[in-house]
């Protein structure tokens, strides 16, 4: 399960100073609009390496990443307008090209 962050602050923060993520959970974070610029990610106070997932407006996976926690930022390859992070061990589980859907309740 993951949580969405939707607002400039959530995204903005990311899962910065949480120490640890556990396999089953990690952060939706919705940008306004799909682009390279605005769906990259900074690693700065974070204590984990993380699996990145860029999916784009029609829910196709478009670029995908292990961030290290010493690497200061990531953007992907093409514009996307979601970014799923995820504990590392899950990055295996999508590809480019896969198609994805969410449930927001």
């Given at each position: 399960m993951a949580d969405w962050g939707v607002s400039f602050l959530q995204r903005l923060a990311g899962l910065m100073f949480r120490k640890a993520l556990p396999p089953t959970q990690g952060l939706l974070l919705v940008q306004p609009v799909e682009t390279r610029l605005?769906?990259?990610i900074h690693m700065?106070?974070?204590?984990?390496?993380?699996?990145?997932?860029?999916?784009?407006?029609?829910?196709?996976?478009?670029?995908?990443?292990?961030?290290?926690?010493?690497?200061?930022?990531?953007?992907?390859?093409?514009p996307a307008r979601?970014?799923?992070?995820?504990?590392?061990?899950r990055l295996d589980d999508f590809c480019c090209g896969d198609q994805v859907s969410f449930n927001h309740a």
């Open positions: 605005d769906a990259s700065f106070f974070v204590a984990t390496n993380l699996a990145v997932i860029w999916i784009d407006n029609q829910g196709k996976v478009v670029d995908t990443r292990l961030a290290t926690r010493w690497h200061p930022y990531y953007a992907p390859s093409r979601f970014v799923l992070e995820i504990h590392p061990s």
